[in-house]
Every structure is written in structure tokens, then in C-alpha cells.
């Protein structure tokens, strides 16, 4: 399995982008999960889903701004984001894992991983 990301790039505060995950094989197994990382701190968690179960998670920063999809015809799962604010410029990644929880996103749960895509949120 091997995931690519996209979508990411420069926006205003208050805008939105869509991020993409793409993958080379079906996904119905896997728990997807959307990570972030700024230099010098801890890849943060911020939404998952099982492509064939739901149960989507939401850190707090993403609740009520972020959701988090799959298409599985697609191979692909998305997180759209609106209302960005500067707190979230970082590298974004989505990773491939088998279990999936609506309470909590570990990193060290998913051990497959992109390749990751910037967003800078910046007037």
C-alpha cells in the first residue's frame, strides 16, 4: 500500500482547502488518519476514519471546521477544511492503519505513510 497526498498550498485565514489521500489499493481494510506536523514539535492527530466502518475522530482544533471522507471507487479519502486559521500551516499527512477509535488518533497506530503536503494558512 502506498499513499499520496494533496491538495495542499497557500491560503487566506478563513479560507478552505481540500486535502486528498490517494491510495494504490483498495482501502476497505484500513483506518485512515490525517496528521499534521510542525517543525519542532510532535506530529499532532487531527481526524480519522475506517474507509468501510466510519467512525470518524476529530481532534479538538478540527472539530466543527474539518470533515474527514472516503470515497472508496476512489481508492482515496479527503479531509476538507474550512475556516482555516495560521495555528494550522504544517505539513499534513495521512497514514494507513487497522484500528480506528472516534476517541483518540495515535500516531504510533498507523504504519504506513505519505509522503505529506504543506498548507500555510497566511494573509
Known amino acids: 500500500l502506498q499513499l499520496v497526498e494533496s491538495g495542499g498550498g497557500l491560503v487566506q485565514p478563513g479560507r478552505s482547502l481540500r486535502l486528498s489521500c490517494e491510495a494504490s489499493?483498495?482501502?476497505?481494510?484500513?483506518?485512515i488518519g490525517w496528521f499534521r506536523q510542525v517543525p519542532g514539535k510532535e506530529r499532532e492527530g487531527v481526524s480519522s476514519i475506517h474507509v468501510s466502518r466510519g467512525m470518524p475522530y476529530y481532534s479538538d482544533s478540527a472539530k466543527g471546521r474539518f470533515t474527514i471522507f472516503r470515497d472508496s471507487t476512489k481508492n482515496a479519502v479527503y479531509l476538507q477544511m474550512n475556516s482555516l486559521k495560521p495555528e494550522d500551516t504544517a505539513t499534513y499527512y495521512c497514514a494507513a492503519g487497522f484500528v480506528c477509535s472516534p476517541y483518540a488518533l495515535p500516531p504510533g497506530a498507523f504504519n504506513i505513510w505519505g509522503q505529506g503536503t504543506q498548507v500555510t494558512v497566511s494573509s
Open positions: 489499493e483498495n482501502l476497505d481494510a484500513y483506518c
